[in-house]
């Protein structure tokens, strides 16, 4: 599983426990890493839950409660309307493609200038000495 679906998935799994707690369901157990981890079967390693953690911690998609994380209005808009990591990367993607289509097309349009510059030329030349 990809970085930007890992990521996806702890904040979706941090949306869901806020929606539980809105139900007025108890949650009974402390909303760690770990827990997140063992609950959607991620598989992390320690560094990696950490080196996660962190990551959304400084996009300020989430904050630390004590031990729990939490999810912030920041990071419910961040999946909830602009469709989380997975579609970041996916947009950047096409980007960049769109950039290397454009800049390839720039080559071509280079090439057809000089022929259509040459071609001018050439007319003159003949319309001159004819």
């Known amino acids: 599983m990809a ?4 990521l996806d998935q702890i904040l979706y799994i941090l949306l869901w426990v806020e929606k539980e707690e809105l139900d007025s369901k108890k949650i009974s157990k402390k909303i760690t890493m770990p ?3 063992s609950a959607i079967g991620l598989e ?6 950490k080196s996660l953690q962190n990551e959304l911690i400084e996009e300020e998609y989430v904050i630390l409660e004590g031990i729990e994380l ?13 469709q989380g990591f997975k579609y970041l ?3 950047n993607s096409q980007e ?10 720039f080559k071509y349009d280079k090439i057809s200038f000089c022929f ?12 001159w000495l004819g």
């Open 44 to 49: 992390l390693v320690p560094w990696e839950m």
């Open 70 to 82: 939490r999810i912030t209005p920041k990071g419910r808009k961040f999946i909830t309307r602009e």
């Open 89 to 91: 990367d996916k947009k």
């Open 3 to 6: 970085r930007s679906e890992k």
């Open 35 to 37: 827990f997140i981890n």
């Open 96 to 105: 960049q493609i769109i950039i290397d289509k454009t800049i390839e097309k």
């Open 116 to 127: 259509s510059i040459i071609a001018i030329i050439i007319s003159l030349i003949s319309l």
